[in-house]
């Protein structure tokens, strides 16, 4: 069951960028396992929408696998599981990655306050520049260099009631999946990753987080696109002690 193929987070833009033809500077390869899942759909999914579930490692998913059963299923129902190695602790760096394909280093945002001044795009506005109409929905502070530069951007302000925040990205995720020219979304779940900062029962946030994912998959459905699930870093816990090793999370992909 858990014998997973280990992949690097930097993989994803990669993969994305072959799949939408388009060339990025990562070095790193696409995965030839999750091209060869899309193009073996029929029809080859229309959109392809990418959520971040903050603070999903792969020790969460599996300790919370029963709250977590609309991703579990996923996988069971034919969907790709991958185990990938992790390139930051920290959330601003790690989803600049995943969307760039490159390191912390080369891309240099490690803040929030460097995000908008880093010269390099990330797939959304490559892909986007060259007319395929993409989305993102996310923290307003991580949406400001995107404005005016891909087609849509939900942005949502950070506040106290994660609940409701999640709620507005799943909504926000939701509406531009009506939008038929839209080929790619990023959006960025994060009840998670508040509640084990705040020592918060985490089987709670797994329950939010599942149903939020549920309610995304069907719109994903809907279309007959195809779901990308990942974390963008190992959970931040007082007092861990975890085995040794490099910190992984995982990448769910899916045709729900
Ligand atoms: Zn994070």
Not at 108 to 135: M, Q, R, W, Y
Not at 153 to 169: C, K, N, S, T
């Amino acid at each position: 069951m858990f014998v997973m193929q280990r992949i690097s987070l930097l993989q994803i833009a990669p993969t994305l960028a072959d799949f939408f033809g388009i060339q990025l500077i990562s070095r790193a390869r696409p995965v030839e396992q999750i091209l060869e899942f899309t193009y073996s759909r029929n029809p080859v999914p229309p959109v392809m929408v990418l959520v971040v579930i903050d603070s999903l490692d792969c020790h969460f998913y599996a300790t919370y696998a029963v709250e977590l059963e609309v991703l579990h299923h996923l996988v069971e129902r034919g969907g790709l599981l991958f185990e990938c190695e992790t390139v930051s602790n920290h959330t601003t760096p790690a989803i600049a990655s995943i969307l760039t394909g490159l390191l912390p280093e080369t891309h240099g945002i490690v803040t929030s306050e460097d995000v908008g001044k880093s010269k390099i795009n990330s797939i959304l506005e490559i892909l986007d520049e060259h007319g395929t109409p993409t989305a993102v929905v996310m923290e307003t502070n991580g949406t400001k260099p995107l404005a005016g530069r891909i087609s849509y951007v939900f942005a949502v302000d950070d506040r106290e009631d994660i609940g409701e925040y999640d709620e507005l990205i799943k909504a926000h995720t939701i509406t531009v999946l009506q939008k038929p020219e839209v080929r790619l979304v990023a959006s960025h779940l994060r009840a998670i990753d508040r509640f084990s900062h705040r020592g918060w029962d985490l089987r709670v946030a797994a329950k939010v987080t599942n149903e939020n994912m549920r309610a995304i998959a069907e719109a994903v459905s809907d279309r007959n696109g195809m779901l990308l699930i990942c974390g963008d870093h190992e959970m931040h816990l007082k007092n861990k002690k975890r085995e040794t090793g490099p910190a992984t999370v995982p990448l769910i992909v899916a045709c729900p």
